[in-house]
Structure formats: structure tokens, C-alpha cells
């Protein structure tokens, strides 16, 4: 299997996209058991190189697995793509009366 890497502008610009829709997504986070689970899928696989990088994208693997927005880029993907609301559709978040966190999505609970 071909471990090499994408051209360093090609790693930039996935890592960007990547970043983008992590913060756009309000920087949520995996539970530990999904990021355990992702890494461990990433630990088996081919593409993972030396370095830690998954050589498909160019992105740090121990960096891609927690954030909830990032997916495997292999066909069919190695980890579960993480979904919000029913079928994937947006939801909109509303703030329970019972929960004090801001901004808790009680059907992700993220
Ligand atoms: S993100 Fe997917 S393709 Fe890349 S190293 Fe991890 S399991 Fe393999």
C-alpha cells in the first residue's frame, strides 16, 4: 500500500477545510469512546504512515479523530461518521430547561 503523502499545499488546504468545519461547528469534540474507537480504526489501517498521518488526507490522525465534523476519507470509511440529528438533517439546538450547559444538544449530547 502507498503510504505517501499528499503535496504539502494539498495536506494544508485538507487540514484547513477540516479546521474550518471544526470551528463552524462550535469545536465539538468526540466522546472518548468514539475518539478510542476512530484511533484504533486508524492504528489498523494501511494508509496510517509513520508519522501519524493518514497519507489519503495529509492530517494528523491523534488531530482528526476527535473532532465530531472530520471522516475517514477511504472507501467505504474505516470509522463511523459521527451525524447530527435524525438521518444527518441539521437540527436546531435548544437549550433544554432541565440542563444548565449552554448550548447542549440532548440527541448528540455534545
Ligand atoms: S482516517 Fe481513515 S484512511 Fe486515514 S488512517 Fe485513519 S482509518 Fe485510515
Redesign the pocket.
Known sequence: MDKKLPSFLQMMTNYAISSAKHIANGLKITTEEQYRNRLQ??HE?P??NENKR????GCP?EN?AYRVTDY???TP???EKLTIGEEGKPISIKKSQNDPREDYNSETGY
Open positions: 480504526a486508524c489501517c494508509h496510517l493518514c497519507s489519503l488526507c490522525v482528526k475517514c476519507p477511504d470509511p474505516r470509522w
